[in-house]
Nanobody, 122 residues
Framework: QVLLVESGGRLVQTGDSLKLTCAAS????????MGWFRQAPGKDREFLAA???????TFTAPFVKGRFTISRDSSANTWLQMNNLSPEDTAAYYC????????????????WGQGTQVTVAS
């Protein structure tokens, strides 16, 4: 089965940039979309961005568009570039994979990484 491992989360300062990595292994040819989500304490997990594997078309949530960029390589390894971070971006960040046809909700994904913590200090 596909396994996902996130890395790159750490403590940063307001205005900093950070790039998260999601390393995918296993039968990645089965994946149709890779996605990034985040969950802050006491809040629901929210969709940030997704990328379609067959043509690398990207989809980004409006509230992070222009600051966050998703990308991938031919092996479905995926990155999330985050710029101009603020304390409101503090959360656990998760990557996810699906072999389905939809990408914008948690329920669309059946494979998840363990998460990586991003903390933005003011």
């Amino acid at each position: 089965q596909v396994l996902l491992v996130e890395s790159g989360g750490r403590l940063v300062q307001t205005g900093d940039s950070l790039k998260l990595t999601c390393a995918a292994s296993g039968p990645t040819f089965t994946i149709t979309y890779m996605g990034w989500f985040r969950q802050a304490p006491g809040k629901d997990r929210e969709f940030l961005a997704a990328i379609r594997t067959r043509d690398s078309t990207t989809f980004t949530a409006p509230f992070v568009k222009g600051r966050f960029t998703i990308s991938r390589d031919s092996s479905a390894n995926t990155w999330l570039q985050m710029n101009n971070l603020s304390p409101e971006d503090t959360a656990a960040y998760y990557c996810a994979a699906t072999s389905g046809n939809y990408y914008y909700a948690q329920s669309h994904y059946n494979i998840w990484g363990q998460g990586t913590q991003v903390t933005v200090a003011s």
